[in-house]
């Protein structure tokens, strides 16, 4: 596949997510977390227009001027924006003038990609493709909450499965010896910058489940009080549950004595047999506390991954969002890709069922702040 291609079936994947909605699903913004898919598509665009068409194509002329200040996220350098509270608010431009600004810039696109381009070009392009990857998850995800919060539980797709094969596995605990190992991205293929440098690491000796915990599980955990339990919380973390008044997962809810969960197909009796998701780093540590266990370290699960399978849930680790020993942000708008939220978030490790084909492996590092749920965030044991 050449980066013509590459590039048009990218943006196609995003378009076809948002092929199910009705216009009015393009605009809503439930929560700040939450961005509108029409924000999403025109967002994704601009980044292409942006960092690529205006400093490299000659004679190419921006679609909107306004744009930049409507589609920019967080870039301080590249200017003001549109606060994110307040994307749900633009009722213009309309959902059919963003799709017109996204078949503009990919008519410039690709004339622009089919001529010779740099090194530097190749590399915007390539990091163009991974964040419109990592979008098309936050779309996803984003869009679920948008129907999920809708008292009609609307279905989004009745041909699309929050399930793998992985969650058959039978629950084992894999022992890893302790030793000096190597952490981080190495090879010549593209990673986020938070992946490295490639470092050493000493490890004790631990274990770690080769399945997630499943729903039946946390059930277990719910029916013995451990949301009412303040022994297994942090104490920030049982705040959130007395300030929010958690009792279940996201998208749980307890009808005639029966737990049913919203999903992407609309509401369904909880499958005890799923692995448990949409549950945030409070409650994942709060489950292994109850365990008698703990969650594992994102070094120990990035060495531990090879042996167990991974990847249909983004699996809460128990380390902070730092740096790597020589990390180091580019200059200008890219540096603020990943370096500016290194604090008061914890990472995250694996894939989920949202995550795009080709957008995962084994050193890629998710991060979210302990409240949050939204994404499909499971659990993984260690001890």
Known sequence: MNLVEKYLSIRKHSEQLCEPLQTEDYVVQPVADVSPPKWHLGHTT???????LKPFSRNYQVYNEDYNFVFNSYYETVGNRVIRTDRGNLSRPSVNEIYQYRNYVDEAMVKFLSTEIENEVYELLILGFNHEQQHQELLLTDIKFILGNNPLFPIYSEHKSEILNSSTNTAEFLNIEAGIYEIGFDGSDFCFDNELNRHKVYLNEFSISNSLVSNRDFIEFIDNGGYSNFNFWHAEGWDWVKTNHIEAPMYWHQVDGKWLNYTLDGLKPVNPEQPVTHVSYYEAYAYASWKGMRLPTEFEWEIAAKHFSWGE????????????????????????????FMVNQKVLRGASIATPDAHSRITYRNFFHPHLRWQYTGIRLAK
């Open 46 to 52: 601009w980044f292409f227009e942006t960092f690529i």
């Open 313 to 340: 849930r983004w699996e809460w680790t128990e380390s902070a969002y730092l740096p790597y020993p020589g990390f180091s942000k580019a200059p200008g708008a890219i540096g603020e890709y990943n370096g500016k």
